[in-house]
């Protein structure tokens, strides 16, 4: 369940409350943020913000937002974490605080730690079943995984079996709309200039863009490509000329993702019976609206797509490695 702390911000916002130093025995914690609440704007600047009439204030509030909305990434793996904190504008006052959480929320990951988090826009990258998702489960729109390589198609399905059950361990992932498989993740460096940066990632922190159908994302990093670090460019051009819609290799690996959500979905949801399995994974047990329960869980199971991600870090992220 997401934590409601909108009443009771003030007490908890400082998400280094949360992390005790002093048991972080093999975690190599980096703070790459002062997390105190940061400086609003002097009110000497414009004295009479407060005389505006409600709605005005707010639609300035949203405004002021922006420079938030862009997607953003929480990754969780068994080498780190990445999460973020809540957005300094929540800090300033009631209102700023209201029309922050209006799309965002303060969430407890598996591993204990909080991140700031907007299910409508933002992506989680999930690496691991050594944490879970905790809080995020239930609210999860776009989930990235690894590709896993060098799996028979029985291997590839048990493996993805375990990794999804990890989700309905956590809670019920109802509002999962898409799985984005990454066959590659590549984060901005030093060897990046600042107008591929600004060119690529605009206000956002990450683009993922669903290979094997058309996406606005693709034609942007196509229009990008030109100032894209070399490197980075050759595999681009690597990836994209992949026919992943025609691609037997791929057909085969996402049918078998989609194989072991439905039969996950199905064996932590209390419609089919134990003794009726063998029947729901052979398509034989039947709706009551009509055609097979396997049908009914894959016509709401999420969409599967091959992705490429570009990722870049803001200053802002609280990173905690493990070792």
Same mark, same amino acid.
């Given at each position: 369940?997401?934590?409601?702390?909108?009443?009771?911000?003030?007490?908890?916002?400082?998400?280094?409350?949360?992390?005790? #130093?002093?048991?972080?025995?093999?975690?190599?914690?980096?703070?790459?943020?002062?997390?105190?609440?940061?400086?609003? %704007?002097?009110?000497?600047?414009?004295?009479?913000?407060?005389?505006?009439?409600?709605?005005?204030?707010?639609?300035?509030?949203?405004?002021?937002?922006?420079?938030?909305?862009?997607?953003?990434?929480?990754? #969780?793996?068994?080498? #780190?974490?990445?999460?973020?904190?809540?957005?300094?504008?929540?800090?300033?006052?009631?209102?700023?605080?209201?029309?922050?959480?209006?799309?965002?929320?303060?969430?407890?990951?598996?591993? @204990?730690?909080?991140? !700031?988090?907007? +299910?409508? %826009?933002?992506?989680?990258?999930?690496?691991?079943?050594?944490?879970?998702?905790?809080e995020l489960t239930s609210s999860v729109q776009n989930l990235i995984m690894p590709l896993v390589e060098n799996c028979s198609s029985g291997q590839l399905f048990d493996r993805l079996s375990e990794t999804?059950?990890? #989700?309905?361990?956590?809670?019920?992932?109802?509002?999962?709309?898409?799985?984005?498989?990454?066959?590659?993740?590549?984060?901005?460096?030093?060897?990046?200039?600042?107008?591929?940066?600004?060119?690529?990632?605009?206000?956002?922190?990450?683009?993922?863009?669903?290979?094997?159908?058309?996406? +606005?994302?693709?034609?942007?990093?196509? @229009?990008?490509?030109?100032?894209?670090?070399?490197?980075?460019?050759?595999?681009?051009?690597?990836?994209?000329a992949i026919p992943f819609d025609t691609s037997v290799a791929w057909r085969t690996y996402a049918g078998e993702a989609l194989r072991a959500w439905i039969h996950t979905a199905a064996w932590f949801s209390?419609?089919?019976?134990?003794?009726?399995? =063998?029947?729901?994974?052979? =398509?034989?047990?039947?709706?009551?609206?009509?055609?097979?329960?396997?049908? !009914?869980?894959?016509?709401?199971? +999420?969409?599967?797509? +091959?992705?490429?991600?570009?990722?870049?870090?803001?200053?802002? =992220?609280?990173?905690? %490695?493990? %070792?």
């Amino acid at each position: 369940m997401r934590v409601d702390l909108q009443d009771e911000l003030d007490e908890v916002m400082s998400l280094d409350d949360h992390i005790d #130093l002093g048991q972080q025995t093999d975690i190599d914690l980096q703070i790459h943020t002062d997390l105190k609440p940061k400086t609003a %704007t002097a009110p000497s600047s414009f004295p009479k913000f407060n005389s505006l009439p409600p709605y005005i204030r707010r639609m300035i509030w949203k405004l002021a937002m922006d420079e938030e909305n862009g997607a953003r990434y929480v990754a #969780l793996d068994s080498r #780190l974490s990445i999460c973020r904190p809540v957005p300094a504008l929540a800090h300033v006052c009631r209102m700023s605080r209201s029309v922050a959480f209006e799309k965002g929320g303060v969430f407890e990951l598996g591993d @204990g730690s909080i991140t !700031w988090f907007r +299910p409508d %826009t933002d992506f989680v990258y999930w690496d691991s079943v050594k944490f879970n998702l905790g809080e995020l489960t239930s609210s999860v729109q776009n989930l990235i995984m690894p590709l896993v390589e060098n799996c028979s198609s029985g291997q590839l399905f048990d493996r993805l079996s375990e990794t999804f059950e990890e #989700l309905f361990v956590s809670d019920d992932p109802s509002r999962l709309e898409n799985i984005f498989i990454s066959v590659e993740w590549t984060t901005a460096s030093n060897i990046w200039s600042e107008m591929a940066i600004s060119q690529l990632f605009g206000s956002s922190r990450i683009v993922a863009p669903a290979l094997d159908q058309f996406d +606005p994302l693709i034609d942007h990093v196509d @229009g990008t490509s030109l100032v894209l670090p070399g490197t980075i460019d050759n595999m681009w051009k690597q990836y994209r000329a992949i026919p992943f819609d025609t691609s037997v290799a791929w057909r085969t690996y996402a049918g078998e993702a989609l194989r072991a959500w439905i039969h996950t979905a199905a064996w932590f949801s209390d419609l089919i019976g134990e003794d009726q399995f =063998e029947d729901f994974e052979n =398509e034989r047990l039947m709706h009551p609206d009509g055609g097979s329960w396997w049908d !009914w869980f894959a016509d709401r199971a +999420p969409s599967i797509f +091959p992705t490429l991600v570009f990722a870049r870090m803001d200053g802002d =992220e609280i990173i905690m %490695t493990f %070792t």
